[in-house]
């Protein structure tokens, strides 16, 4: 989970109308106009773990989601800032969130406003933890985004494999920065060309807490 920046919204949403539209309203030509956006934003990766999606409509292992759910917040179904592209894993991400109970939205990381990386840390072994020194409210926003998206259920393994082949790199840099006889101005741009490169992978962000030095 990282910060994202969300484009100008499709035009085809000023087609809909709360109140008198409904999702089911929405045509497949328009769902194809609202991925192209959400791709453009989420670089085909799922908003809330990082998975690679594929959102083709003849091979789509994903759906459009509502961070406010309908039935809670119909007047949001054709919000744009309230539609984020997830995974269809029903054990964690947007279809997991859906199906608990009551939760306050204002509890969890919205990403398109709020930087996750100032609440989430993720460690080597594929967990997910709030960062330390957090404040009360902070540390409890944290800990409801882990919990209402099931970051640490299956999605721990996935991502300790994701990890694993950057264990090695991760351990040359931490000696790096340790070593009082190499400048860091020899190893940091190499440390940034690797980041650089990790950045459009799935689970970037969790790649990303691996390699920085402690």
Known sequence: MHKLDRPMPPN??????????????VT????????????????HRCAYCEAAIKTERSNSNSHIEHLR????????????S?????????????????????????DIIKMDTDDPEN???????GNVVPIKGLNQVDKHRAEETIRVFNLNGSLRQ??????????????????????????????????????????????????KHTLLPA
């Open 119 to 125: 609440f989430l840390e993720f460690l080597a072994d």
């Open 12 to 25: 085809c949403l000023r087609s809909y109308q709360h109140g008198r539209d409904n999702w089911g309203k």
């Open 158 to 207: 996935i991502r300790e494999t994701a990890i694993k082949g950057y264990l090695q790199t991760a351990e040359e840099f931490a000696d790096y920065a340790v070593d009082p006889e190499v400048d860091e101005a020899d190893w940091l741009p190499i440390l940034e060309e690797e980041l650089n490169q990790i950045k459009h992978l799935p689970f970037t962000t969790a790649i």
């Open 69 to 80: 759910q309908r039935s809670q917040f119909p007047q949001g179904t054709f919000l744009w």
């Open 82 to 106: 309230n539609l984020f592209g997830s995974c269809n894993r029903q054990d964690s991400c947007g279809k997991y969130k859906d199906d608990l109970p009551v939760y306050s939205h204002q």
């Open 28 to 43: 497949p030509d328009h769902k194809s106009e609202i991925w192209h956006k959400l791709d453009e934003m989420q670089q």
